[in-house]
């Protein structure tokens, strides 16, 4: 499954780029270079996490009985990148993205899924979810600053219903 759509306006992403300042991590390893933050579930910031959690009820069609309160918040600068990778582990099952801006070059964010390249589009507030076995990356920002949130649904959090015994 993947799924894309513009969710969040500008003034939405911009007052969630403001609210990432605090809890710095910086990433670097043989895969990957980049800023990341918490944002974790508040008063302040309950918007975002409804927000993209009834986008995900809608989309996939699954209830999510228990919201995971921590969404990641990513600083990509010149020469930051993220190489190919999945994100399936700990009893994730979806990735579910948000691009926060797109005065930025390069940072392309690339899903590789049966035999092909999907690239997502570039746009202020496109959020999207797709299975954590997709492989993707983010390509080398050549200039500006890329924001982006990912918030990790795993399987604790979702409730599946069904009448079948297996």
């Given amino acids: 499954m993947i799924v894309e759509e513009v969710l969040f306006s500008k003034k939405e992403c911009d007052k969630i780029i403001e609210i990432h300042k605090v809890n710095s991590q910086k990433w670097k390893s043989n895969d990957r270079e980049y800023k990341s933050f918490s944002i974790i579930l508040s008063e302040e910031t309950e918007w975002i996490f409804s927000k993209m959690k009834t986008f995900f009820e809608k989309e996939s069609g699954l209830k999510i009985e228990t919201i995971k309160n921590e969404v990641h918040f990513h600083v990509f600068e010149s020469n930051d990148w993220f190489g190919i990778h999945n994100d399936a582990r700990d009893n994730r099952l979806f990735s579910l ?32 979810i797709f299975d954590v076995a997709i492989s993707h990356e983010v390509k080398p920002v050549l200039k500006g600053i890329r924001y982006s949130l990912i918030w990790f649904i795993q399987n604790n959090h979702v409730k599946v219903k069904s009448n079948k015994f297996l």
Avoid: A, R, W
């Avoid at 005065?103 to 496109?126: A, R, T």
């Fill in 97 to 128: 993205g948000v691009l926060l801006n797109d005065d930025f070059e390069g940072g392309e964010f690339n899903l590789y899924h049966q035999g092909k390249e999907i690239v997502l589009e570039k746009k202020v507030g496109n959020t999207y």
